[in-house]
């Protein structure tokens, strides 16, 4: 029997439309090897690296009537060039230029009669770099029966890996009466099912009854009962196309902060995207008085003794965290950062960065989309933003001999969001990916802008002509902080 969706997988199906696609997305950055990198070549990796990861070759099948969930079937007709794609910016092509092609990929849906992922090869960068973005949808990396396909075309030295031996042969596409029997059998044995067929069914419906509008949102919304968190510039009825920023920061600016002020390296950047979101806040003349914050989602990494080490499912957990963005001292913000996520660290659940960095392959994709999982699964908590952050390996890694240079995470807004912000360290640095509304948030380059100087402006803070600053200065920090 083929294996039905899960009930959160189906939320998902639900809750995508044209204006809220539910897939990850990353971009890396490649320097190629001296014999070069190319189309075939790409292919070819993931030719061979795909019996890794057996969702990738599975699609979507309905059952009739919509009696139960829909199931995974093999696709016969399973194209590899389809969903391995190439493109290109102008020679020689900005980063400019490869966001705003990034920003148009990735707003995008996924075809659902096929399996549901996206790969593109992306040449004519300067320096004779490219770049590949991937897109997964949500429901098909969970950490237990699959994970990103990132994580497994990546290795650590550039020499040629053996072959796999792949001898993938789909499997029958299940009959309609097998469908139906099958459906059936499920809701006998548990009726819990069949509630929450019922469910699912109303809420495609009213979501396709809803589509011919624009209020889809709110109808789904008040379905839900989802509790609204307070009035934002980042709450709004999404468009169908995407902004996407990158900023590329160096790690040990963080550590320099950490080692002045305590904490950890997720507590700075934390500190650092709370004093980003007060500074953009103030240019578009918002209000940022002293008490204000903004909820934001933090995903994070927890131990489930109650799962095999190998197993990342469940291993992510969500974190409510308010982000002091009214406070002007960013050495204060820090402090009142490191204090909200105290509790965490105090669980003894929390994952040290170390070892979620020397998880096999490059953990960060998977994880990331973990994350999101967890976040879109927690909306009627009511928050403004999903900050997902997630430290990867220290050392370089390779696809097919190609060094990665960069690596930068594309969340997906969720619905009424207007942003979102994913954070990957790799190889000595640290690296921002936004998302963005194309319509709410025009000015998501000055986000980007706000998040290099509010990591400066930590710097400053913890530079050495800062500690030897003269006593009349000393006593003005002291005061701030109190």
Not at 283 to 293: D, I, K, L, Q
Request: proline share 6%.
């Amino acid at each position: 029997m083929s294996e039905r969706l899960r009930t959160d997988d189906m939320a998902f199906l639900v809750t995508e439309s044209a204006s809220t696609p539910m897939h990850n997305a990353t971009l890396e950055v490649f320097e190629p090897p001296a014999d070069g990198f190319d189309y075939d070549r790409l292919v070819g990796l993931i030719a061979d690296r795909i019996a890794f990861v057996p969702r990738y070759r599975q699609r979507i099948r309905t059952v009739p009537g919509r009696l139960a969930s829909p199931v995974w079937v093999d696709d016969e007709d399973f194209d590899l060039t389809y969903h391995v794609r190439r493109s290109a910016v102008p020679r020689p092509g900005s980063m400019d230029q490869l966001r705003e092609l990034t920003a148009r990929i990735v707003s995008r849906q996924l075809d659902r009669n096929r399996p549901l992922w996206e790969v593109y090869l992306i040449e004519g960068l300067d320096h004779g770099r490219f770049a590949i973005l991937s897109k997964s949808h949500q429901v098909l990396v969970d950490g237990v029966s699959t994970v990103d396909l990132g994580q497994v075309i990546l290795d650590v030295d550039p020499a040629p890996r053996d072959t796999v031996q792949d001898d993938w042969r789909p499997q029958p596409e299940p009959s309609t009466t097998t469908l139906v029997a099958g459906a059936l059998g499920d809701t006998l044995r548990d009726p819990r099912t069949a509630a929450a067929t019922v469910r699912d069914n109303a809420e495609v419906a009213l979501r396709s009854a809803a589509a011919a509008g624009t209020r889809a949102l709110d109808l789904v919304g008040s379905m839900s009962a989802r509790r609204a968190a307070p009035e934002s510039p980042l709450s709004t009825v999404l468009s169908q196309q995407r902004r996407v920023a990158t900023v590329k920061t160096e790690l040990e600016d963080y550590r320099r902060v950490r080692r002045r002020h305590g904490g950890t390296v997720n507590d700075v950047i934390l500190a650092t995207v709370t004093g980003a979101l007060r500074t953009w806040l103030m240019t578009r003349a918002e209000s940022v008085h002293g008490s204000r914050t903004f909820r934001a989602m933090v995903p994070m990494s927890v131990i489930d003794h109650d799962l095999e080490p190998t197993s990342l499912g469940s291993q992510v957990a969500g974190h409510l965290l308010a982000l002091p963005i009214g406070e002007a001292s960013p050495v204060v913000r820090l402090h009142q950062v490191s204090y909200a996520l105290k509790a965490h660290k105090e669980t003894g659940r929390a994952v040290a960065a170390d070892r979620l960095a020397g998880v096999a392959g490059f953990a960060p994709t998977t994880f990331h989309a973990l994350g999101a999982r967890v976040a879109a699964a927690q909306t009627r908590r009511g928050f403004h933003l999903v900050v997902t952050n997630v430290p990867g390996p220290q050392f370089p890694l390779y696809a097919a001999g190609a060094t990665m240079l960069e690596s930068y995470p594309i969340p997906p807004l969720l619905p009424g969001h207007a942003l979102a912000i994913g954070v990957t360290s790799y190889d000595a640095h640290v690296y921002f990916g936004l998302a963005g509304d194309r319509d709410a948030v025009p000015d998501l380059d000055v986000l980007a802008q706000c998040l290099v100087e509010s990591l400066e402006e930590l710097v400053d803070s913890a530079s050495e002509s800062r500690q030897r600053a003269p006593r009349g200065r000393k006593k003005a920090t002291t005061k701030a902080k109190s």
